[in-house]
């Protein structure tokens, strides 16, 4: 059965081992799109299934991370991107990767290179903006983010509180 995307293209029904539903001509998300790197398919692929263009071990926690937000800013997206998107996509996810290196690096009291942050969140919150990603502005009775809960609000498990 074919359905009509936000587009007006006609495309397959998603089924239920698409983990997507179709109303009204819009993906609305039950459950994820896409549950780990293995799963994807289409433009966000280098080809033979494989997310970069030449063979890299991708075991390492960077790379382990990079593929992960790649999945959860899909899933975010509610469908499978289009090509342009899935470029995107892959920018965005590496920012957000580097700049968690750089978090990492903070913490550990390294030198961070503070412009090349700045310009790379700059850079990271338009990609999000393109997507249609980006996050809406926290209300004046939203939370408030000082020292003490950040990694409540973050979603950090680690606490200092022991």
Do not use: C
Request: no cysteine; proline share 4%; charged share 25%.
């Amino acid at each position: 059965m074919a359905v009509k995307n936000s587009s007006g293209k006609a495309g397959k029904s998603l089924t239920k081992s698409n983990t997507a539903v179709f109303k009204a001509g819009d993906a609305v998300s039950k459950t994820p799109i896409v549950r780990s790197i293995a799963r994807l398919k289409g433009p966000i692929l280098s080809g033979k299934r494989r997310i970069f263009i030449d063979p890299v071990d991708g075991r390492s926690a960077t790379a382990q991370r990079y593929k992960r937000i790649i999945v959860d800013l899909i899933n975010q997206l509610g469908r499978h991107p289009s090509a342009g998107e899935a470029h995107l996509i892959r920018r965005a996810a590496l920012f957000a990767t580097w700049l968690e290196v750089q978090d990492v690096a903070l913490a550990q009291d390294k030198d961070i290179p503070i412009k090349d942050i700045a310009s790379g969140t700059r850079t990271l919150a338009m990609l999000l903006r393109q997507l249609g990603l980006d996050m809406p502005s926290i209300s004046a009775d939203g939370p408030v983010l000082t020292i003490d809960n950040y990694a409540e609000i973050i979603g950090d498990g680690d606490s200092d509180d022991a």
